[in-house]
């Protein structure tokens, strides 16, 4: 009976924690998404470890502006991501930008694309990465 | 919390991760994080006389330590986004289609609904009509539709995101069409992110198809949409977003209690077949000062008059049964 109470009381302040984990990476994340951008209303999370990529599929509209923000760890700088087109064009990588946690990806004709996630090895083994999406009138 | 590598706890959560997203495509929850984690810590504290405990726990869990190929999360992992009700409003707008409050989901409709399905549906509408409303200035009816937001939001526990300061916020802001569409993304997001918290992918699902299915409704609605060739662009540009949201429906419809929405969704799937999409890839231009990459690729969309038609009809049926 103790041992499961303690199992209890173990399992519910972890919750919290991770929880709490992607929250505290989610209201960074939000910063990037200035009041410029309208938020799409969706919450794009992925929690990887070691080379593990989260993918993200997305349809962007012609004639509009996006802004794309991802974001992993306790600083900017964290996640790499790339924009991939169906036929795996890369579109942008963030990674020739110093892995710029925000990007803007104008899109003059309605394309799908596909977002590849993936965690910079050099900053962090495992974590919860965040993704944001917003975009201009 | 940190996920520090040095602890058995840390090991056994990453892969409990790694495995919740190889089976479920909903996204991953922080009760089965805190399982792993829960385990993981209980076999640390449970050394000694508990040893056999901890290791079948560990054997259970099936720690793996060996490194992995590169792996792209696909099917469990793969996360989808579906297009914003205001670009649709905005693009009704550009096309000079006429606003038709009438066509709106009546606001009484969240006082009648019940059950989770039809008040999660019922939800995303409102917040397609909220769009809908905002970017033809009907300020009124956008706080109308705030407040209706707000019931049905109470009713499926997301009083969290849509409250009474958010209210009060849109109260203020009514003649700022920009602050309202800004407001109601940052409480939708908000929901979206408590829905996915609590394991609630269904709700989330639900909401996103009640607000993909009012937008398309409303563009249908008006006969000068199918003579507008922007507007039949982007209703053929909306394939791949009616694939990801079934399989969305799907993935979370653990109850099966959507299954009637499912079956209709699939059918408008199989008109949308007859959509033709070409693409051509065009090297895009990045100015780094500007932060900004210009995506030049075209792209273009054939819809059959017949199958533009049917496509019309089929997305007023279903609107219809997600307001029966």
């Known amino acids: 009976?103790?041992?499961?109470?303690?199992?209890?009381?173990?399992?519910?302040?972890?919750?919290?924690?991770?929880?709490?984990?992607?929250?505290?990476?989610?209201?960074?994340?939000?910063?990037?998404?200035?009041?410029?951008?309208?938020?799409?209303?969706?919450?794009?999370?992925?929690?990887?470890?070691?080379?593990?990529?989260?993918?993200?599929?997305?349809?962007?509209?012609?004639?509009?502006?996006?802004?794309?923000?991802?974001?992993?760890?306790?600083?900017?700088?964290?996640?790499?991501?790339?924009?991939?087109d169906k036929d795996n064009n890369v579109l942008f990588s963030n990674k020739e930008q110093g892995?710029?946690?925000?990007?803007?990806?104008?899109?003059?004709?309605?394309?799908?694309?596909?977002?590849?996630?993936?965690?910079?090895?050099?900053?962090s083994g495992s974590g919860c990465a965040v993704m944001l999406v917003g975009f201009k009138k | 919390m940190r996920l520090e590598p040095t602890s058995v706890a840390a090991r056994t959560f990453d892969t409990r991760i790694t495995n919740l997203y190889r089976a479920s495509m909903s996204a991953p929850t922080s009760s089965t994080i805190a399982l792993g984690l829960s385990l993981g810590l209980l076999m640390v504290a449970c050394g000694g006389p508990e040893t056999t405990t901890g290791t079948?726990?560990?054997?259970?869990?099936?720690?793996?330590?060996?490194p992995k190929e590169t792996e792209l999360l696909n099917v469990g992992g793969k996360l989808f986004s579906i297009p914003s009700p205001v670009q649709t409003a905005l693009a009704m707008r550009k096309a000079g289609l006429k606003y038709q409050k009438d066509l709106t989901t009546p606001l009484d409709k969240g006082e009648s609904v019940v059950g989770k399905i039809g008040q999660s549906a019922v939800l995303g509408m409102y917040g397609a009509d909220m769009a809908y409303v905002?970017?033809?200035?009907?300020?009124?009816?956008?706080?109308?539709?705030?407040?209706?937001?707000?019931?049905?939001?109470?009713?499926?526990?997301?009083?969290?995101?849509?409250?009474?300061?958010?209210?009060?916020?849109?109260?203020?802001?009514?003649?700022?069409?920009?602050?309202?569409?800004?407001?109601?993304?940052?409480?939708?997001?908000?929901?979206?992110?408590?829905?996915?918290?609590?394991?609630?992918?269904?709700?989330?699902?639900?909401?996103?198809?009640g607000g993909w299915v009012e937008s398309l409704y409303l563009t249908v609605s008006d006969p000068a949409a199918a003579k507008d060739q922007a507007m039949v662009n982007r209703i053929g540009e909306q394939k791949n977003s009616l694939n990801a949201l079934v399989s969305l429906l799907e993935a979370s419809d653990k109850e099966k209690g959507a299954t009637a929405l499912i079956?209709?969704?699939?059918?408008?799937?199989?008109?949308?077949?007859?959509?033709?999409?070409?693409?051509?890839?065009?090297?895009?231009?990045?100015?780094?000062?500007?932060k900004t990459t210009f995506i030049n690729s075209t792209s273009s969309v054939t819809i059959p008059a017949d199958q533009l038609a049917a496509i019309m009809a089929k997305v007023t049926a279903i609107r219809n049964l997600m307001l029966a």
């Open chain 2, 263 to 290: 079956t209709a969704m699939k059918e408008l799937q199989a008109l949308f077949a007859g959509v033709t999409n070409t693409y051509t890839f065009q090297e895009p231009v990045t100015d780094a000062a500007k």
């Open chain 2, 56 to 66: 079948t726990g560990a054997d259970t869990l099936a720690v793996d330590t060996t």
């Open chain 1, 1 to 84: 009976m103790r041992k499961s109470l303690l199992i209890l009381a173990l399992g519910a302040g972890i919750a919290a924690q991770a929880q709490e984990l992607c929250g505290t990476i989610a209201e960074r994340c939000e910063k990037h998404i200035t009041t410029q951008y309208i938020p799409d209303g969706q919450f794009y999370r992925a929690l990887l470890q070691g080379d593990e990529q989260a993918e993200f599929n997305l349809t962007l509209f012609g004639g509009t502006t996006y802004r794309v923000a991802a974001c992993s760890g306790e600083t900017d700088g964290a996640l790499v991501f790339n924009v991939l």
């Open chain 2, 134 to 209: 905002t970017v033809h200035k009907d300020g009124q009816r956008a706080m109308a539709t705030m407040q209706a937001i707000e019931k049905l939001g109470g009713k499926l526990e997301l009083t969290n995101s849509f409250d009474r300061s958010l209210l009060d916020r849109f109260k203020d802001n009514l003649g700022s069409e920009d602050s309202l569409l800004q407001f109601s993304g940052t409480a939708f997001r908000a929901a979206d992110q408590y829905l996915k918290d609590n394991k609630r992918d269904d709700v989330s699902a639900l909401v996103l198809a």
């Open chain 1, 99 to 123: 892995n710029a946690p925000y990007w803007d990806l104008a899109v003059a004709n309605t394309i799908d694309v596909r977002i590849e996630a993936g965690l910079d090895p050099s900053k």
